[in-house]
């Protein structure tokens, strides 16, 4: 897929998951890379330009961005959202009223739908479809670059240890953090996280800091059964 925003081309799988009695099929189509979309901005920056997409890479380094490791985002930034929505509460602030009415318009907030940063047509990867794959991230991950327990990558979705940016940057080829769109309170939104500690991993995800700079992958709407 060619991203029409930037040039900028990915691989992209089919996922395909079977209920345990064999009775039930699904399929999405997801990003076999992290999104790297947007303006390089340094570590530790400030100040936040709402009218542009702006990612950090890795240790400043755009290289880490361009090859593979994808860019960094803080939550309300890969859903698109101004600044702000990082530390209040998406239904108490007017500049987040977008994704607040987005989540009020379905039953089970683990199914929204929403583009965020992704390109036309894809959206971030749901909370539901996380659930859809596996809870032994060893089909997952890449083969490579993980500090310990790599991946034998049977699903294709190659997802690397890419690190992160909280007070800095730090666990590069140890953990991996994708932002889910699910915010659970002010200050701190679901993510789903691996760890090279374990192959094991939580597919409704964890609690964590918004303000912290995590990855991004992205599915397609079209062909989806999964989506309500």
């Avoid at 950090?56 to 994808?70: A, I, K, T």
């Avoid at 309300?76 to 101004?82: I, S, W």
């Avoid at 991230?137 to 890449?142: E, H, K």
């Amino acid at each position: 897929f060619e991203d029409p925003r930037d040039n900028r081309k990915y691989k992209y799988v089919e996922f395909i998951w079977h209920s345990e009695d064999g009775k039930s099929r699904d399929t999405f189509y997801v990003m076999a890379e992290n999104l790297n979309y947007g303006k390089m901005v340094l570590g530790g920056t400030t100040k936040f330009d709402d009218k542009v997409t702006e990612k950090l890479c890795y240790v400043d380094d755009e290289w880490f961005c361009d090859n593979h490791f994808g860019g960094l985002y803080s939550w309300a930034e890969a859903m698109n959202l101004p600044k702000v929505c990082d530390s209040v509460a998406v239904d108490s602030n007017e500049a987040c009223k977008s994704f607040a009415d987005a989540v009020k318009k379905v039953s089970d907030p683990r199914v929204v739908r929403w583009q965020g940063i992704c390109p036309e047509g894809w959206h971030i990867m749901t909370q539901y479809e996380w659930q859809h794959t596996t809870d032994n991230s060893s089909y997952l991950r890449s083969k490579i670059l993980w500090e310990e327990n790599a991946g034998l990558n049977g699903s294709g979705m190659s997802i690397i240890p890419a690190g992160n940016y909280g007070v800095d940057f730090s666990d590069s080829r140890v953990l991996a953090g994708l932002w889910i769109p699910k915010e659970l309170s002010s200050e701190n939104a679901k993510l789903l996280y691996m760890s090279s500690t374990t192959t094991l991993f939580k597919q409704d995800g964890n609690s964590y800091n918004k303000i912290a700079f995590q990855s991004v992958r992205c599915v397609m709407d079209a062909n989806n059964t999964l989506i309500h």
